[in-house]
């Protein structure tokens, strides 16, 4: 419960590079911002798309507790390779946050297994974001509802399956409405997909969002457990009666 | 997170008294062994029937996070006042352990809204509780599965809501099986059910039945969180157009 | 599949008589717009709060297949009795579709074990119904939402155990969103909760209203199917061994 | 809803040539012995490994409303196009229903997200699948439990995620319990795993594990319904102020 988890925040960190608003807003990417506001006992590491290996190498991972991830432009750009080991990580317990237009990513959509598609528009319109399970420790410091003065919107229907638990739902001024907090396990491991925070609005500066993501964190953190046996169990724990 | 959890551990401590099998195994009461049995950093009272109010004034139930709920041949003698009190408590956000033969208990029944009804056969046969959820935190700790050499058993259909969360299912050496624990949240507050703990086992003795009961008093544990506001809002957030 | 149902419509049938504009809407009461709007191979019954027994006797609700569920003012005024049988029914596989207001009716809160509280409004705003399920069969020929006019709000938090299965979410012109339509399983039988319908709004007159109800009435038929056994099993099916 | 189904049933179609006791129970084709049990108003084609395509073209995959998979020893040489092809339609509503050793199929894996692993065991072992959601379509007509004389054992932990609606569970002769009738939502498409069907016991003739395909394949047809609009909505509904 009490130990120190080590977080790695992946960034796909090209917005950032080459469109002067992003810059203004996140000028040391947007990782760095998100890191800056998860609170808690963590160790945090950044890697992004152009390291080698995307930062991602067997060592790192398995160093991992938690990993967030954030893409948009590039998600075609990851090794399809580092995605299997990412996948396999977290079947092994790794948690994993999925954030914003992170629901497009190759992780997210082989998690899920289906198209992981939505509505979406730049607008800068209102998006209020309300708690639907206030027991939740992911909902844990927050009011009734989080309110962001400009963020894309995305629009139902959000192609995933079923959250196993749903945290929050959004309100957008322009008519639409979304599952903004989905909490899922997938082997071993938690994933937790949130939201806001398109890269042109300072979402990431918000003390609620980052309450969130340093809320989910604890909440993906890997059990401490062996993990389960599978395959071929020849003999039997009871005795198989002759027939 | 580490902060030191309230628990209290209620037994309905009436076959302790008239059962000299029970008695033997538990002289102090079924209470006093689960308690013995939970770590972490906890504060732990006890709370019996015959005790004024049944030892759960409001007193008692304000300061309390978690409650344990042991109770087999007196339920009808639990006062409805004391159970729309620990009922009012878990929609605000205190935690509820159900154990064993307590899914007959007004409590269970209320907040599960079913019958609870299911199978029983008193025969001192082998259970073996298998993990279906390995990467729940109340399966932290435990093998591929919990075997108790005698057990009653409990048999399918068990008539309770599609758990939430489950994280055991029980196979029966006389051919049953049940889903053993299973989790839920009502309102603000966590309940789990557990189904091992028949009176003239030492089932409570047991170090996987105490890891998970550990387990499961820090997954239920309040989130912090203002309670929802309810009724009636007048005033809109945004502005309604005439129509 | 295809054999006819038994519906039994119920409401309060209050409004209908002491508000002149809600006379005007449905001046043969809110059951017989239901009820007018129901298709498929059904045979349709009415029950009202002021019939004998509330026109709930066992004879009509052992001939029920689903039971349709509107009330507001008088919930107090249904006996305690009455509830306890339209509840047996439902773990016995009777079908349930509580309607709008009905939230806070006893079969409901009974059924569910919670609060059902929420947040609400009567503004005369406009409320849209986004799918979130599209493959769910209570959304079966919906567009990607309903659209109403006016309606009274219903905001979150709906003090819910969270749904099996969650259909609408809707968006409220005021700000606030809801889950709007809830799908449970309670024993055998089948609950779905659909949100919109205010007494002074023509809300059932709605096509597509009365396609999600009668969508909701083929789901929530009972399966054909003998009711489960409980209680003792002395004997059990595989041997056990002597300990 | 009486609307005729248009059923495919895919087999991989290797162990009936190549095993003599296959042979022998399954003459025609574990296919076969599926489609003669299949009851209600049905159109069945066969779809086999070694057919061009698989025989899943285009035209077949359209005309479907239900598909059934059955594969074990050659899940790899199922091409990775065909695949998508599969995962395509079940995303726009056609139903998948996938039996025993089809756990490890690429389509289901890739729906599922997970490894789909488990433990297994062939000893001609006592399975009894145990009816956990009474009041679900896919258990109707069927008794309390349905009990196969012998089967291959597959053992928990399955690494499935959390099944959106659990129907069976299977306990086992040596003392392994199974989740072995799961409903889940993928995009518009209805998918359910159902367990038994060893290729050297004659399980496709059980009369109850006909019922339970039988009534899968009712349970899993698509719904009427547009498919949702996903992408650029760059047009609001409702207006969105400047800021």
């Not at 790695?8 to 800056?36: C, D, L, M, S």
């Not at 160093?63 to 996948?87: F, K, N, P, S, Y």
């Amino acid at each position: 419960m009490a130990k120190q988890l080590n977080v790695t925040i992946w960034n796909e960190f090209r917005h950032e590079k080459t469109n002067p608003e992003v810059t203004e807003i996140y000028p040391n990417g947007i990782h760095q911002a998100i890191g800056k506001g998860i609170t808690g006992d963590v160790n945090i590491t950044y890697a992004v798309l152009d390291d080698p290996e995307h930062g991602l190498t067997e060592e790192v991972l398995n160093g991992t507790d938690v990993l967030l991830w954030w893409g948009h432009m590039a998600h075609g750009d990851v090794q399809d390779e580092i995605v299997e080991r990412v996948h396999n990580r977290v079947l092994q317990g790794m948690g994993l946050i999925v954030l914003h237009s992170g629901h497009f990513s190759k992780i997210f959509k082989k998690l899920m297994g289906t198209s992981c598609d939505l509505k979406w528009r730049e607008a800068g319109e209102k998006e209020r974001l309300w708690v639907v399970n206030p027991g939740h420790p992911i909902a844990a410091g927050i009011g009734e509802y989080i309110e962001l003065e400009q963020e894309e919107m995305y629009g139902e229907h959000f192609d995933i399956p079923q959250p196993d638990e749903l945290v929050f739902v959004s309100w957008f001024e322009g008519g639409e409405v979304f599952r903004s907090g989905c909490c899922y396990t997938r082997g071993n491991g938690k994933v937790f997909y949130f939201r806001p925070g398109h890269e042109t609005h300072p979402t990431y500066y918000n003390a609620d969002v980052r309450k969130v993501i340093s809320n989910a964190v604890q909440w993906a953190a890997p059990v401490d457990r062996e993990y389960p046996r599978y395959g071929h169990v020849p003999v039997s724990i009871e005795p198989i009666k002759a027939k």
